[in-house]
């Protein structure tokens, strides 16, 4: 009976291309706004996780100048004490449970190649910031610890660098001139791709800390130092720590406030990660508004259609048809109607999510409990909303329905 | 004729509104149909046979009186179990055909078995035996808008006989008619009652049609004006 009310409810939406393509329409919007809501979004959750593991995870950068706060603007101002070798060589020292420990001190500049050039972001540090960043080399070797401390001319390239210069070739033993000084090529970074905020993260060049200093920046400051946590350690714990090993090199008294600031890149990463998870959910609750409208769609159809077949159920109920069957009849209706429009949205919503993955470069990451709860909303959005029209029509008088043009 | 009571009414009142307004449809209608006959019932616009078929239909119960359909008392019986007796009993053929439009014959005549639970392939079966017995073989799967006006009234017969009823009520059945199909129409159901014993009860304003009937029951305000055997009942 309930096949063979399925079976006949399916003639009728197929007898009816037109209206019932209309009518699911809005369910179809709905559910495929909903699935590429939230698919989209866990995917930009996932991108930015991801992201911000690329910035190093367990990762603490130490800059000078105070720390941000209701205050009023942190960051440097102009009686900052810069940091500098001294508080590097105390952290190296004294700081347990650290696993890499790597200044870096940073300026965009010009880089020359034969007749080309690159505004590039150029990097002086030392062998300890690949550790601290997760970065890897493709080809070549890092620095020796004779170029660190005398400072040679040479450098590693991301992969932007390489692309500009050399196309597909081999960028090693090259020399580029770095801010009019030349600089002999090592090695070759592995591509990271772009950040969630648009950065190109492989438009760099690294170098000796000493030959930055020397040679482009022309003082002995360090921008940051880079602190990343051994795997026994929690950043929470490190963070203290360093704080303390830097007030002590940089002899401030216990009443006066830290100089520099201390940022956690986990916690960031967890606040990034759960704002995007709010708005995944804001996102999918507004697409979730169109699926009501689409639900009022179908109860505005299936009045009509009732209307519209008010003979054909006066002939029901005069041939034998009780008011359940005609309740079915229609609820199986406009559940299959709506269930049909549950299901081309999720597909329309999976494309749009894919397509979506394609241009903005993040993960495709389709869900099944929000494909299953789309299809079960959907159904549950037909029974609800075909069954006030259903019951209209079930408690029609068989004469006046027979009676009715 | 002489079969046993299958409808009476017993003093049976329809009336519609209230107070000064009440319209009394039917006025203390006595009636009497043996199972087997065929009865033609006539009258002007207004006079009750309308009200009178749809209460003999199991349509419609009456404000008062009894109406009693097979020796039960159908006029108390409430909307579902009057349309099980529908179902069960009662075959309906009307002026206007009324078949599911954009649905085939055989599955407009498969209608009715669906509403008694048959399985899909006995509803088929007797679907299938019930058009030819009406005599459309080979027009099965046409849709109503494939179909001439007799041909549509044939599945309409069709429809109404799949279930073997006892009653088969026909409301002005070849009002939109040729003469020529008229003829064809009626001397199926003529046909239907003399082999299937099926009792016929048919509401027609065209006196050649009522001639097909053996009793014609005339209608007038509410009452019956008469009720006589058709002396010569028109040879098929």
Redesign the interface.
């Known amino acids: 009976?309930i096949w063979?009310t399925v079976r006949l409810s399916l003639?009728s939406v197929r007898?009816n291309v037109l209206r019932s393509f209309l009518t699911l329409l809005g369910i179809v919007i709905g559910v495929a706004a909903v699935i590429a809501m939230l698919t989209i979004g866990s995917g930009t959750t996932e991108k930015v996780k991801a992201d911000i593991s690329k910035l190093g995870s367990n990762l603490l950068v130490v800059r000078p100048g105070r720390p941000a706060g209701p205050g009023g603007p942190g960051g440097l101002d102009q009686a900052t004490n810069p940091l500098g070798s001294k508080e590097l060589a105390a952290l190296v020292a004294h700081l347990s449970g650290a696993r890499a420990i790597s200044p870096a001190s940073q300026k965009q500049v010009r880089v020359i190649f034969g007749t080309e050039s690159l505004t590039s972001g150029v990097t002086g540090t030392d062998s300890a910031y690949l550790d601290a960043r997760d970065w890897k080399l493709v080809s070549g070797r890092p620095f020796s610890d004779s170029e660190i401390r005398s400072g040679t001319g040479v450098c590693l390239i991301g992969e932007t660098v390489r692309q500009q210069f050399f196309g597909a070739g081999d960028p090693e033993g090259e020399i580029i001139r770095v801010n009019r000084t030349s600089c002999k090529i090592v090695g070759l970074l592995e591509p990271k791709g772009y950040t969630g905020f648009g950065q190109d993260q492989d438009n760099v060049v690294l170098m000796p800390l000493a030959a930055y200093q020397r040679r482009i920046a022309g003082n002995r400051d360090i921008d940051s130092i880079y602190v990343a946590a051994d795997d026994r350690t929690p950043t929470t714990e490190l963070l203290p720590r360093v704080e303390d090993i830097l007030r002590d090199a940089r002899r401030i008294p216990p009443d006066r406030e830290d100089d520099f600031s201390i940022r956690d890149m986990t916690q960031i990463a967890d606040a990034m990660a759960s704002a995007t998870t709010t708005m995944t959910g804001m996102l999918g609750a507004v697409a979730g508004v169109s699926l009501l409208v689409g639900g009022i769609g179908i109860m505005n159809i299936m009045l009509v259609s009732v209307t519209e077949r008010t003979?054909?159920i006066?002939?029901?109920?005069?041939?034998?048809?009780?008011?359940k069957?005609i309740l079915i009849q229609f609820l199986v209706e406009a559940t299959v109607l709506s269930l049909l429009g549950g299901i081309i949205g999720i597909l329309i919503g999976l494309a749009l999510a894919g397509l979506a993955s394609l241009t903005l470069a993040i993960p495709f990451a389709p869900s099944l409990a929000v494909i299953l709860l789309a299809v079960g909303f959907s159904a549950l959005i037909g029974m609800v909303f075909g069954f006030f029209p259903a019951l209209r029509g079930a408690r029609l008088d068989?004469?006046d329905a027979?009676r009715h043009e | 004729m002489s079969g046993s009571l299958l409808i009476t009414f017993d003093k049976v009142w329809k009336s519609y509104g209230q107070g000064e307004a009440t319209v009394h449809a039917l006025a203390g209608v006595d009636l009497a149909i043996r199972s087997g006959e065929f009865v033609a019932i006539m009258g002007p616009s207004g006079s009750g046979k309308s009200t009178a078929m749809?209460i003999i239909?199991c349509?419609?119960t009456p404000t008062a009186g009894t109406y009693s359909f097979m020796g039960i008392d159908a006029g108390r019986l409430d909307?579902?179990r009057r349309?099980?007796l529908?179902?069960?009993y009662v075959?309906?053929v009307?002026q206007g055909y009324?078949?599911?439009p954009?649905?085939t014959a055989v599955e407009n005549v498969e209608?009715?078995l669906?509403?008694?639970?048959a399985a899909?392939r006995e509803r088929h079966d007797l679907a299938m035996k019930a058009l030819a017995e009406v005599g459309l073989v080979g027009r099965e799967h046409h849709t109503p808008a494939e179909l001439s006006g007799g041909q549509q009234q044939r599945v309409a017969i069709a429809?109404a006989i799949v279930?073997r009823p006892t009653l088969l009520v026909a409301d002005e059945p070849t009002g939109n008619l040729d003469t020529a199909r008229t003829h064809e129409i009626m001397e199926l159901l003529t046909r239907l009652n003399t082999e299937l014993g099926l009792t016929i009860a048919m509401v027609t304003h065209e006196a050649d049609v009522a001639a097909y009937a053996e009793r014609t029951i005339r209608f007038l305000d509410g009452h019956v004006a008469s009720d006589a055997v058709n002396l010569e009942v028109a040879q098929p």
């Not at chain 1, 006066?314 to 008011?323: Q, V």
């Not at chain 2, 669906?114 to 639970?117: L, N, Q």
Request: proline share 4%; no cysteine.
């Open positions: 009976m063979e003639l007898r003979r054909e006066g002939i029901r109920l005069a041939i034998g048809a009780h008011e069957h068989p004469i027979l | 749809n239909g349509l419609d909307r579902n349309a099980m529908r179902n069960l075959g309906f009307f009324n078949l599911l954009r649905t209608l009715p669906i509403y008694r639970g899909a429809r279930t």
